[in-house]
Antibody, heavy 117, light 106 residues
């Protein structure tokens, strides 16, 4: 059974970079699509982007200048980097798997990241 | 971006039928998907491409619609269905989510 687990700092200072890791077990990240979605306080959810089985990426245009999704296939992990964060980036960050990039059938538990000085 | 509009909250009694709506600001073909999220848990996929039941999801859940108007139906509602339900579209870039409908049981 596929399992996803997010990890990374729970607190990031404004203007710094947010870096998260999604560790995947039970399925190879060289298949399917692997995305990041965040949920803000107050419930709004935002699709941030994904990395495909081939390593190609797609990003939400609202984040395009600040976001990078990469992977390490040897460790079966993929990563989120979000630069120049502000308090508005405070959210619960989820990694998720999609068979076709459209809908997400498997999700991690989520990790809360707070941006604060 | 495509805005998805959902009613904020609904309250129903166990055993009843409930319909949760999601209206898109522009057409999304059939590329509308539904998730259930309970407090402290990750979202769970219920319905993909408007009307397809995800693996392991009870047949009490169903979806319908195309274009701009979509509905998630639960019939009959059970106590365990207390949760927030989100719609998500993947036809237009970027993918977007609705604000969620909180379902409470009377």
């Amino acid at each position: 059974e596929v399992q996803l687990q997010e990890s990374g700092p729970g607190l990031v200072k404004p203007s710094q970079s947010l870096s998260l890791t999604c560790s995947v077990t039970g399925y190879s990240i060289t298949s399917n699509y692997w995305g990041w979605i965040r949920k803000f306080p107050g419930n709004k959810m935002e699709w941030m982007g994904y990395i495909s089985y081939s390593g190609s990426t797609s990003y939400n245009p609202s984040l395009k200048s600040r976001i990078s999704i990469t992977r390490d296939t040897s460790k079966n992990q993929f990563f989120l980097q979000l630069n120049s964060v502000t308090t508005e980036d405070t959210a619960t960050y989820y990694c998720a798997r999609s068979a076709n990039s459209d809908w997400f059938a498997y999700w991690g538990q989520g990790t809360l990241v707070t941006v604060s000085s | 971006d495509t805005v998805l509009t959902q009613s904020p909250a609904l309250a129903v009694s166990p055993g009843e039928r409930v319909s949760i709506s999601c209206r898109a600001s522009e057409g999304v073909n059939s590329y509308m998907h539904w998730y259930q999220q309970k407090p402290g848990q990750q979202p769970k996929l219920l319905i993909y491409k408007a009307s397809n039941l995800a693996s392991g999801v009870p047949a009490r859940f169903s979806g319908s619609g195309s274009g701009t108007d979509f509905t998630l139906t639960i019939d009959p509602v059970e106590a365990d269905d207390t949760a927030t339900y989100f719609c998500q579209q993947s036809w237009n870039d970027p993918y977007t989510f609705g604000a969620g409908t909180k379902l409470e049981l009377k």
